[in-house]
């Protein structure tokens, strides 16, 4: 055994040294080995306990989840992670500010929790020598504790971007989220280092690191340098294929993080890259991700809820309502499923342009969601203002009050409203004269807002649909009387019709569009998000085209040319995701 050589060694130095003290030497030693094999243990009992408690999770027994995890949470830095997570979770699928305050406080007490078990001399800041402490001194414990302890923070930060309602809380979650991405920056290098010597639980761990360097590589590869500076981010830039390959690797262990790294990668090719890219996600990688989860979990509401966006993306509507009913019919407990079902299932029906049905769902939402009531009611009136003037409305709603009503609904996160909340309170002031200034086509607008027209690109009839009623609401258009709204709905209408036209292939249709929005600046007044959306979906139809020089000066002309407008910060995610595909962002001097 090492320790005798050790001791063979420190006899022939001491000779001086009693036998007596020699012995009590050997003890300690032995003491420490024991207390080593006990952390070593205890942390894989926790982990394994976790992992049941993730199980209960999944089959979505949510209670007895957190039930199984409660009474462990002070003493156990896994079981205070895992509990505060869930509620995390359903803290972040309901804004409701109560729940995300329990949330943000539980995550605090978790915190505290990894904090004791960090090695004493570890100091915020103190990473330097993070690499040499672990070749000698980290215990297994205590190198679990610092990728808990990171990613606590990372998850409060998330949290206290939704929580207040002033700039304090972007700093405060600004010093959260350098504090944590310096952790795992550090965390990365040990585990790349030769030094680095694998414990019992090393899967875990390592799992760990890969969801924190997967998570900040793929998101700061999403954000425009304009807010990387905004969250004091300068100097650091995320490599977003690097982080795919992390997450990917993550997920593809049996680690306590695989199912976080999952999530976040259905999230990304299912989600952000559609709402804040250009649909670059793999939905074939997401369909890979989700079947072992759907075949040990048939019943699970998370995954029927992907399998249905899945099928969304894919065009194959009808069988995506057919999972997102499937997910709300799984369980009860937890409503927030249901809520994020019936924005799917509302939006489904307005591909399919069954306005009723959308209706349904966007009244659903507007009695039981705390998300947006401003955009839910919006949503209600945009349905029924594509009804005919002479049919009867649901629940005798009438869509000029709903209209009205959308402003009084105002609400803020982070001390501002949603982006689409502010843009369709904007659009409903039009309903407050006397004499309504109708909207063309409410939905269809608010429908290119969440880039809708690329979920019925795989399908030609619901493109020609779509492009049925944007032929009429045009006829309409030009037989009413001229108004200051009329030149803006004229090129509202023509940039959703050039989408159609992009979707069915007509190029040179596609073409004129976007380039008469173009030269009609100087007369559009109220939609000021046109024009630069314009040279977006034009960008984009080149980049397919394969005409890169042109797409590239016209993404720059959008990003620097136009500011202030009306979903800013949406389009100019989407103008960073094109410019990341042409290679065409200046790089920054750091990365994860």
């Known amino acids: 055994m090492s320790f005798l050589s050790s001791w063979k060694r420190s006899l022939k130095g001491n000779e001086g040294k009693t036998r007596s003290s020699s012995c009590r030497e050997i003890q300690d030693r ?6 080593h094999r006990s952390q070593r243990s205890d942390l894989r009992m926790e982990l394994d306990d976790c992992m049941a408690a993730l199980d209960l999770f999944l089959s979505n027994k ?5 039930d199984h995890l409660q009474s462990k949470t002070k003493d156990s830095m896994y079981h205070a992670l895992t509990y505060a997570t869930i509620l995390e979770m359903q803290a972040m699928m309901t804004f409701d500010p109560h729940d995300i305050l329990a949330a943000g406080n539980t995550m605090k007490d978790a915190q505290a929790v990894c904090q004791r078990f960090r090695k004493k001399s570890t100091m915020a800041g103190s990473f330097n020598s993070l690499i040499n402490r672990q070749a000698g001194e980290l215990t297994e414990e205590e190198i679990h504790a610092e990728v808990c302890y990171a990613e606590c923070l990372l998850q409060r930060a998330a949290l206290t971007f939704l929580q207040d309602e002033n700039m304090i809380s972007f700093i405060r979650g600004g010093i ?8 795992y920056k550090e965390l990365h290098n040990i585990v790349q280092s030769a030094q680095y ?14 969801l924190g360097v997967g998570a900040f590589n793929l998101t700061l590869s999403l954000l425009p340098t304009r807010i990387l500076r905004l969250l004091e981010f300068v100097g650091f830039s995320g490599n977003k294929e690097y982080g795919l390959q992390q997450l990917q690797e993550g997920a593809s262990t049996q680690s306590f993080r695989a199912f976080l790294c999952t999530m976040l990668l259905l999230c990304y090719h299912t989600f952000m890259s559609f709402v804040l890219g250009t649909g670059e996600g793999d939905v074939g990688d997401a369909e890979a991700l989700l079947q072992p989860y759907l075949k040990r979990y048939p019943k699970g509401a998370i995954f029927l809820f992907f399998a249905g966006r899945i099928e969304e993306i894919k065009g194959n509507l009808d069988a995506a309502i057919a999972r997102f009913e499937e997910c709300c019919e799984a369980q009860q407990h937890w409503k927030q499923f249901h809520h994020m079902c019936y924005w799917e299932l509302m939006w ?10 959308a209706y349904f769902y966007a009244d659903l939402l507007s009695k039981e969601s705390r998300w947006s009531k401003a955009m839910y009611v919006y949503m209600k009136a945009a349905f029924l203002s594509m009804l005919p003037p002479g049919e009867e409305r649901p629940f005798g709603d009438n869509e000029v009050e709903l209209f009205r009503q959308v402003p009084s609904y105002k609400q803020k996160i982070a001390g501002k409203s949603p982006p689409t909340e502010k843009f369709a309170i904007r659009k409903a002031r039009r309903y407050n004269s006397d004499t309504p200034r109708t909207l063309p086509v409410p939905v269809l607008e608010m429908m290119y807002m969440w880039n809708g027209f690329a979920m019925i690109e795989k399908d030609e009839a619901l493109t020609q649909g779509v492009m049925e009623t944007l032929l009429e609401a045009e006829r309409k258009l030009h037989e009413g009387p001229v108004n200051e709204y009329s030149t803006d709905d004229s090129c509202v209408i023509t940039l959703l019709k050039g989408l159609c036209f992009r979707n069915q292939g007509q190029i040179d249709r596609a073409e004129a569009c976007f380039m008469h929005i173009c030269s009609s600046e100087k007369h559009i007044h109220h939609d000021d998000y046109l024009v630069p959306n314009a040279l977006l979906e034009l960008s984009l139809m080149y980049i397919r085209l394969g005409r890169k020089e042109e797409a590239i000066r016209l993404l720059q002309r959008a990003k620097h040319n136009y500011k202030e407008y009306s979903m800013e910060s949406r389009t100019q995610f989407r103008i960073h995701a094109a410019l990341s595909r042409l290679k065409a962002v200046p790089e920054e001097n750091d990365s994860l």
């Not at 032995?30 to 207390?35: C, K």
């Not at 010597?197 to 890969?210: I, L, M, N, P, R």
């Open 30 to 35: 032995h003491e420490d080995q024991e207390d």
């Open 62 to 66: 949510f209670a007895e989840a957190l």
């Open 176 to 183: 959260k989220v350098r504090s944590s991405y310096q952790t």
């Open 197 to 210: 010597t694998q414990g019992d639980s090393h899967s875990h761990f390592e799992g760990g690191v890969k």
């Open 348 to 357: 489904c029906f307005t591909y399919k342009r069954v306005w009723k049905m």
